[in-house]
């Protein structure tokens, strides 16, 4: 077993896991869930937990009841995870979009797709994506397994039946299924593995975390200072609730609407979704209009640059874009005002941002099945 398969089985304890339900504002799902692949699996007759790092050990992750985390599932998820004959150039791995040392990113404002065109949109950290029940920035993807096989075709230029029977002629790739699920490699089995491994991603046991939180502690060094700066002062928590430091809900903070054809975000989704008229001016919530995902500030120093829109190149720049307050415009987030802050409290603030990331590493990639 590769390494991680072992650190899991030995945390493996009784940590509840299950999916909570799904909002009922919440409107239908544009992409198939990985049930509705055709060759849809029986789950491993044993599930197991794992205990999730310092300071989110008591957010629960969101794991369907079709899907319930396993350790072979865990480990072939990350064998594909890593694995270019994915993609329907063979070039591409989910990795190439998602780099352990860029804070499960890429580090570029847009990513080229399969084909070189590129993405409207900046490519998110996977950090804690397991306690998401909407992804993507607009929130259009119903569960990480929708998300997973949205990217896996439009992104990767993936036929899921074409690569389902080549990792079939790969011996490695066919004992790993028959592990995970007592079967050969199937579309829907590739996308419930890549789930399962995604939900082991967190940035968890940081600076902040190994903290001491008492009075005296916070008030002795910058990162403690930061914290009250954070919550207290610039009140990041408004939308930056912890232990995730995200609402996982969606907000006009300004960014991109200066432009001359602004990306309406969240607004664009609920119209597609309700079948309305996509044109500007459509009945949605007005809140919904350039709103994008709160991302997590968990390991948000290792993945530059920031934004929907790859906007801020730098932690220092996005920290000052929303001190001021965001970008104006006639649908900015009521919560987002200036906040003043003193230039010992700005950095004070930067060193708290920076302790929510955890002790940089090299990740083990695994060997791959030939």
């Known amino acids: 077993m590769s390494r991680i398969v072992w650190g899991l089985v030995l945390l493996g304890l009784t940590f509840a896991l299950f999916e909570a339900a799904r909002r009922p504002s919440a409107p239908p799902p544009l992409e198939p869930t990985a049930e509705a692949i055709e060759g849809a699996l029986t789950p491993a007759p044993e599930a197991f937990t794992f205990t999730l790092p310092a300071g989110l050990t008591d957010q629960p992750l969101v794991v369907p009841a079709a899907n319930p985390l396993s350790a072979e599932k865990v480990a072939l998820g990350e064998l594909l995870f890593f694995d270019a004959r994915l993609s329907a150039t063979k070039q591409m ?151 995730v430091y995200s609402d996982t809900l969606f907000h006009n903070v300004g960014i991109g609407m200066d432009a001359d ?34 991302p997590t500030l968990r390991g948000v120093a290792d993945h530059p640059p920031y934004f929907h829109d790859g906007h801020a190149e730098t932690l220092a720049e996005a920290v000052d874009l929303m001190l001021a307050g965001g970008t104006a415009n006639d649908a900015l987030d009521e919560k987002l005002v200036p906040r003043q802050l003193t230039p010992e409290q700005r950095l004070d603030l930067l060193a708290f941002l920076e302790a929510l990331s955890p002790d940089a590493a090299t990740y083990p990639r695994p060997v791959l099945p030939e």
């Open 261 to 294: 054809v602004p990306d309406q975000g969240r607004a664009a989704y609920l119209r597609a979704a309700a079948g309305d008229d996509p044109t500007p001016g459509a009945e949605v919530p007005a809140a919904s209009v350039g709103a994008f995902k709160t």
């Open 93 to 243: 791995s989910c990795e190439t979009c998602h780099l352990p040392e860029r804070g499960w990113a890429d580090g570029l404002a847009q990513s080229p797709k399969f084909d070189d065109s590129l993405n409207a949109r900046h490519t998110p950290s996977l950090y804690g994506a397991g306690f998401l029940r909407e992804l993507y920035w607009d929130g259009r993807a119903q569960g990480l397994e929708a998300q997973i096989l949205a990217a896996w075709e439009g992104q990767m230029g993936a036929d899921p039946g074409r690569i389902a029977q080549e990792l079939d002629q790969v011996a490695g790739y066919r004992d790993a299924f028959s592990e995970a699920f007592d079967a050969p490699p199937t579309p829907a089995g590739i996308v419930d593995a890549l789930a399962s491994f995604v939900r082991t991603i967190h940035a968890g046991d940081t600076t902040w975390d190994r903290l001491p939180k008492d009075a005296a502690s916070l008030d002795s060094n910058a990162v403690g200072r930061g914290s009250v700066v954070f919550s207290e002062v610039a009140q990041c928590t408004l939308c930056h609730l912890p232990p």
